[in-house]
T-cell receptor, first 113, second 117 residues
Framework: GENVEQHPSTLSVQEGDSAVIKCTYS??????FPWYKQELGKRPQLIID?????GEKKDQRIAVTLNKTAKHFSLHITETQPEDSAVYFC????????????FGTGTSLTVIP | NAGVTQTPKFQVLKTGQSMTLQCAQD?????MYWYRQDPGMGLRLIYY???????DKGEVPNGYNVSRLNKREFSLRLESAAPSQTSVYFC????????????????FGAGSRLTVL
């Protein structure tokens, strides 16, 4: 099956700086890559996603890039704010896997005011 | 419209006891999932149901059973709980087959924290 690796496991940045989280995947047939944010004690929620036919997607301060050749995708958060502090998970899936989403192990982001 | 509802939110069991985690969604979603979340290990799929009437094993199915009771409900049963099953359990659902056009957004329930002593 698919193997998704995520780095770093923890990340601390000063407020206003940028944060980058990277994920790699093993299955070249994976075609959908969502990112989830989980605040302490709460459920994961989708923040952005990208499909394999697109190289980059942006939504205000959040962007995701995908390199299919290298099989890696990254989450970029610019102008970080304290409310960005959370655990972020990447995931990968593809058509006809039987609906299995494969998650990375998470990155705990702390934004220091 | 409550989304995905899980019960109970918290449960403490003794080793060997059994229990069922309940999950219901009111979004008319076809596919439902059970994940467990452990520190440093992300979200690992236990079982899933692609559609009403079908269930399949995920990455970590040992020690669990599931029932897709109808389109709305998907329950997870621990027949003989073990300390290794101490975890936070999340139920989730999506509208249709992952990767097949349209929305693939996983909607999660609020989680169930299970402690096995």
């Amino acid at each position: 099956g698919e193997n998704v690796e995520q780095h770093p496991s923890t990340l601390s940045v000063q407020e206003g700086d940028s944060a980058v989280i990277k994920c790699t995947y093993s299955d070249s047939a994976s075609n959908y890559f969502p990112w989830y944010k989980q605040e302490l004690g709460k459920r994961p929620q989708l923040i952005i996603d990208i499909r394999s036919n697109v190289g980059e997607k942006k939504d205000q301060r959040i962007a995701v890039t995908l390199n299919k050749t290298a099989k890696h995708f990254s989450l970029h958060i610019t102008e970080t704010q304290p409310e960005d502090s959370a655990v972020y998970f990447c995931a990968a899936t593809r058509k006809n896997t039987g609906n299995q989403f494969y998650f990375g192990t998470g990155t705990s982001l702390t934004v220091i005011p | 419209n409550a989304g995905v509802t899980q019960t109970p939110k918290f449960q403490v069991l003794k080793t060997g006891q059994s229990m069922t985690l309940q999950c219901a969604q009111d979004m008319n979603h076809n596919s439902m999932y059970w994940y467990r979340q452990d520190p440093g290990m992300g979200l690992r799929l236990i079982y899933y149901s692609a559609s009403e009437g079908t269930t399949d094993k995920g990455e970590v199915p040992n020690g669990y059973n599931v029932s897709r009771l109808n389109k709305r409900e998907f329950s997870l049963r621990l027949e003989s709980a073990a300390p290794s099953q101490t975890s936070v359990y999340f139920c989730a659902s999506i509208p249709r087959l992952a990767g097949v056009g349209g929305a693939n957004v996983l909607t999660f329930g609020a989680g169930s924290r299970l402690t096995v002593l």
